[in-house]
């Protein structure tokens, strides 16, 4: 019964004390604790089953029981002495609120005790001070009348003084007077409302008129516009008159410095009018002799007369330029048919370098955005075409080329005088443009008419294909073309010297490459007579002599180069040009020229070697193969192309050794040339023995170890073949191989012969099927069934797989035509 009200007890307590998940985190926060008992999930058979895991240990349950009741007084005592704890703590709590209010009313209570007694403090100290402020009033407002009064008084006196002065032509003492005048009358610009005030500022103002007036009337008495300078004439006078102009009007200092300038180059339009001889460009230089004459004599005779800040001397020579520039202009305009190259060639460089004297002399601080726009000056030279020194040679063109990164000079400062004359010539510099579209013209005839006289370059073993001279002789030219018209003009005449460049890269491409490739016999698959008797049974085919090959090589390097210096040439052509013409400059057209003559001439190298193991395959598929008794060493038609391989390759690879990426393409489509050929002519070695598909399967092999070194062949040192050439040489030539264990696997049962040749052929199809079925030597009723146990077990191929896999395999090569197209001649030969 003890023991069931225990549990009642227990029941209750837990459903009073149903705490909520929130609650419970908080506690195991709070008070964590890793006792079971504590735990908010507690199941008493669990512990209980914990304390007595076995009946043995039921033993000791009398002395569980006991820790359990004395942990359980424990906790009674102490809930006990907490809640007794917590029995005052409401009272404590209202008494500490009301000692706080009570505190905080004191505080208050102080506090406007002492507003009230600062608010009487601050009244008393504004009684005490009231009479300082208004002494201090005092003081600030008399101190105040008698600085305007002395003011006033330095005024007055100073505007009389002035006038006075004025009429003496007394400048050097105006010019500090004036000054002085003027500051006074800032501090009266608020008093202008009084008249007496107001009378003297216009007093002032009176006095400022009538000194430009008279200075201007003393600077046209000293210089008058017409007739010759007055000797002697009062420069101190003047000298202190232009201190005077500079605190005057600006417009009185404009108009002196206008009429001395004008006066002082009215000389210069008398000698130089357009009717005289001496107007016209080959006498340009007396024009620049005259003018720095002339800034001479102005140093030593005025040169003190007017203020440093005014830049006299450089404000004539600018005038001069203005003026020249127009009276060029227009005398160019009126003998335009008279302007020669090399006359307006000499006026430009003439002009350029007193441009470059004026900049080196002045600094171009008294010119204007409307009067002239400044031209930005050229960045470092980092291209062989901005080189001063031409490089005729080769070598020298290639190892600047190497260093375009590499600044060969200093920055060179703007010029701020480049072009303020020499822009009168821009509207003419197509007598330049057409001159140098001439002189192109008659450098590429040079250059056909030379490479006919002296022929193709001779071999070159050593340092790989020689570049042909003339590119360099075309690109130095190119550069010295491009430097001097920049110098010219950056606008439109450079545009059309990029039209002018264009042009003759193509010419260059046309005539000097690509007219200089030899001709290949079948280029152009026609029959003659001649060709025809001239062929005869067991001889060889045409083939590229050592020199033709070596041509062809040169060639090749030559677009290279000419490549990658067309590419510079665009990019220095737009560093030159304004940046609004950068668009209109594109020489990718001409880039592609070259990229053609670099494939045309890989593609003649690849068709003289192919060519040339035509008849080595033509024999193959000829040969008796269901005769072959025994397996032997490789077939002679081996031997022979492996030695057309060794004789071409080399000289191939020691005349590209400068454009090794142009030989490892080379080496590429010969290698997708050769194989599909020597698989084709494999499928018409029919029918073949046992023992002649083991010769054959040897013979490939043979071939696939030669393809494999063909880009070392014959080489002192041995280089590992690109990995892109040998993945091709490795499918082409292990399918070829594949297809030979098929035709050597006994085509009994059927079931395992086809699936041994799906799982061999990767591209496995019907018609390879049927082509190894004939190199077998079976019969087309022995070929229909097991072409139709292919077909049932060919996997589904996606839609259009298939064909497009059959048309990649059967599709003819221009290497076959090629091939059908001999034999057609062959076949005319015997007719004939």
Known sequence: MMEEEELEFVEELEAVLQLTPEVQLAIEQVFPSQDPLDRADFNAVEYINT??????????????????????????DNIRTVVRGQTNVGQDGRQAL?????????????????????????????????????????????TTSITTLNHLHMLAGGVDSLEAMTRRRQYGEVANLLQGVMNVLEHFHKYMGIPQIRQLSERVKAAQTELGQQILADFEEAFPSQGTKRPGGPSNVLRDACLVANILDPRIKQEIIKKFIKQHLSEYLVLFQENQDVAWLDKIDRRYAWVKRQLVDYEEKYGRMFPREWYMTERIAVEFCHVTRAELAKIMRARAKEIEVKLLLFAIQRTTNFEGFLAKRFSGCTLTDGTLKKLESPPPSTNPFLEDEPAPEIEELAIEKGELDQPKKPKVPDNPFHGIVSKCFEPHLYVYIES???????????????????????????????VLPSCADLFVYYKKCMVQCSQLSTGEPMIALTTIFQKYLREYAWKILSGNLPKTTTSSGGLTISSLLKEKEGSEVAKFTLEELCLICSILSTAEYCLATTQQLEEKLKEKVDVSLTERINLTGEMDTFSTVISSSIQLLVQDLDAACDPALTAMSKMQWQNVEHVGDQSPYVTSVILHIKQNVPIIRDNLASTRKYFTQFCIKFANSFIPKFITHLFKCKPISMVGAEQLLLDTHSLKMVLLDLPSIGSQVVRKAPASYTKIVVKGMTRAEMI????????????VFVDNYIKLLTDCNTETFQKILDMKGLKRSEQSNMLELLRQRLPTPPSGAEGSSSLSLMAPTPEQESSRIRKLEKLIKKRL
Not at 445 to 456: E, I, L
């Open 740 to 751: 030979l264990k098929v035709v050597m696997a006994p085509h009994e049962p059927l079931v």
């Open 436 to 466: 140098q579209d001439k002189n192109l013209g008659e450098l590429i005839d040079r250059f056909v008419a030379d490479f006919k006289a002296q022929g193709p370059p001779k071999p070159n073993t050593d340092e790989g294909g020689a």
């Open 98 to 142: 009301e000692e706080a209010q009570k505190a905080i009313q004191q505080l208050f209570g102080k506090i406007k005790d002492i507003k009230d007694k600062a608010e009487k403090s601050e009244q008393m100290v504004k009684e005490i001070t009231r009479d300082i402020k208004q002494l201090d009033h005092a003081k600030r407002h008399l």
């Open 51 to 76: 304390l007595f895991p076995t009946e043995q240990s039921l033993a000791n349950i009398d002395e569980v029981v006991n820790k359990i009741r004395l942990k359980i007084r424990r906790l009674d």
